[in-house]
DNA sequence: CTGAATCCCTGCCGATACTG
DNA sequence: CAGTATCGGCAGGGATTCAG
């Protein structure tokens, strides 16, 4: 077999794909930084359903510690899937939502969900 | 906004969709742990590319210690994504080769390419 | 040639307590 | 309400050495 081009154009054929190492550079990479943690992948799941909130995202997920829950939020607004809003008056409001580059994740979600599955195989 | 189907059909509508908490048996968390690691995905792209040895990935990846790619193919055996085959004769060589579900992570890893990819922003 | 065993270091995650 | 501060346990990963 010598070199072809396969069936995923984006992979052997950019620039990036040639590294030989892990560096942050590489678009895989970044977007499995994105979704690296724990409960990282739940959170984002719920902003795809509707939560706004860090009490939303409280009640939605129960067993997630304040502290960690905050570092997903401060994570992925920093990963730009995230962007924080204050909510001026009182009590205090953060209001969170996906951005569109963060609404993007949905496929890649889907695509993680799918080889996964076990109907898939 | 009520109860509505989106465009993500796997991830509200299944049952695993309804985890509050990180488990092994949820798909998305399966896939992820597939590819948990460092170095595997980098491993992943030389077998696609046609790698087939520990030879072979050592002088693709010559930065990866022998101990970390003993590790991951082990890993990858386990997950289902490679097959390990001996091969008689000396020296010992050990053949890998992706599996019908390993060559199936090509559209996953194009899924995180494209996202984390500059162009699409 | 293809790993396995061991050691050490670092960073994640959970629990608890505290703040504007 | 929405976090921050601190501490400790544990597992991941790199270097080195040894084995079939």
Redesign the pocket.
Known sequence: MTHQTVSHPGLPDDPYANVTAPTPSCPVEITLAALQ???TTLVIREFLRGSR???DLRHALPM?????L??R??HLTEAGVLE?HRQPGR????HYALTPRGHRLGPVLQALWDWGSPASG
């Open positions: 943690g724990r409960w909130t860090f009490t997630l510690s304040d502290k960690v905050s570092d939020l401060a924080r009590p205090p409001r953060v």
